[in-house]
């Protein structure tokens, strides 16, 4: 992001600047101080902007007329405000004009009449400045899709990687990608199909969590209004883990690897991850390979065997609890749990889901 010809509306507009006004950290902190650094004659613009939007922030936490009232206000203001760039002159030039009939109420209303100007970002996720500010810290030029349309958006990427971009949903990546990764910037949702390269992990940056793989199909959905991220894998394995903005350990150590089938729901607020399968399974082998799963008088172990292959899922047992307990079945059109009813309900045993496994509970086949 070029800030060196940004306006003061411009800053206020600003997702970046928006969120280190209204929640600093130590990285925007470092960021704006090392730019006023370097700009030392935008200082009173960013201090004018800043002004501002506290302002702004402090009046829209009190109590308002309706949203009725304010609306026809603002509707006679938003001539004059979009008159001129200078948002302070806006706000001297039209508390001048409403002094007359709404005296000491004027200035409230006519931040509540800012407030409505800047309504989508009070209401949208903080998510929407990670993003931005992302695209401006990363190097080299990038482009960005915007899906504003009811169809889904075809992105091809450098590489040849494919993008469905959903509705509302952004996409920021390199013209080239560098040597030896490939990075993008996600904020919505979209599906990936990632070509393989093991001499470039393809990284996926999305709001506050990071999806990284070799060359494989997955599903990522992370609005700004979202609680959680999600990400759901079709094909091959993804190494999902913490965007940290203080690096003191390899943040990948510290997530969950998935596999086909498998989903894992990140919980924004406090960093936690939750691996789970996805609603409906889907096989993994082909039609032919299906034909064999029929079983005559089988040992249950090769018939969870055959089903682990089948939907890339681990079933958990006591095999030696379990040694005696042998099937005749045929397994072929059914959907993953209706399968392991009815090999359950064959050997009277019970099923349950933890962390993306299958745990098998029996008391053995006497």
């Not at 304010?70 to 001539?79: G, K, P, S």
């Not at 899906?147 to 075809?154: A, E, G, H, I, P």
């Not at 989903?263 to 032919?288: G, H, M, T």
């Not at 681990?314 to 095999?319: P, Q």
Request: glycine share 4%; net charge negative; charged share 30%.
């Amino acid at each position: 992001m070029n800030y060196r010809n940004f306006q003061i509306q411009d800053f206020i507009e600003d997702a970046a600047f928006k969120e280190w006004v209204m929640k600093p950290d130590m990285h925007s902190d470092a960021f704006w101080n090392n730019f006023l650094e370097q700009h030392p004659e935008k200082t009173n613009l960013l201090n004018n902007a800043r002004n501002v939007l506290l302002a702004v922030k402090s009046e829209i936490e009190k109590d308002f007329p309706s949203e009725a009232q304010v609306q026809r206000i603002f509707e006679n203001l938003q001539d004059q405000l979009q008159e001129t760039k200078d948002a302070a002159q806006n706000v001297e030039k039209v508390q001048r004009i409403w002094s007359w009939k709404w005296s000491a109420a004027a200035s409230v209303l006519l931040v509540a009449g800012l407030a409505l100007i800047y309504a989508h970002w009070f209401k949208q996720d903080k998510s929407i400045a990670v993003y931005e500010k992302m695209i401006s810290a990363s190097e080299g030029n990038l482009l960005e899709k915007h899906n504003d349309t009811d169809q889904l958006m075809k992105v091809v990427l450098p590489d040849g990687s494919e993008v469905t971009l959903e509705k509302n949903s952004r996409i920021s990546y390199p013209v080239v990608f560098e040597k030896n990764k490939r990075e993008v910037y996600l904020i919505g949702e979209a599906f990936f199909q990632v070509k393989k390269d093991p001499k470039k992990p393809f990284l996926v940056f999305a709001n506050e969590l990071v999806t990284k793989v070799l060359g494989t199909s997955f599903r990522i959905k992370a609005f700004g209004e979202d609680k959680n991220v999600l990400v759901i894998v079709k094909t091959g394995r993804v190494s999902v883990f913490a965007n940290q903005q203080i690096k003191t350990q390899d943040p990948e150590t510290s997530g969950l690897v998935l596999t086909p089938n498998q989903e894992v729901i990140f919980e924004r607020a406090d960093q936690r991850f939750s691996r789970k399968l996805v609603e409906n399974p889907v096989i993994l082998l082909s039609a032919d390979e299906l034909q064999h799963y029929s079983f005559d008088d089988a040992p249950v172990a090769k018939i969870f065997d055959a089903i682990e292959k089948a939907y890339g899922v681990d079933i958990v047992f006591d095999e030696e609890i379990m040694s005696d307990c042998k099937l005749t079945t045929s397994l072929t059109n059914e959907t993953l749990f209706e399968k392991l009813d009815i090999v359950c309900k064959g050997i009277d045993a019970e099923y349950k889901v933890v962390d993306a496994q299958v745990i098998i509970s029996s008391k053995g086949c006497r």
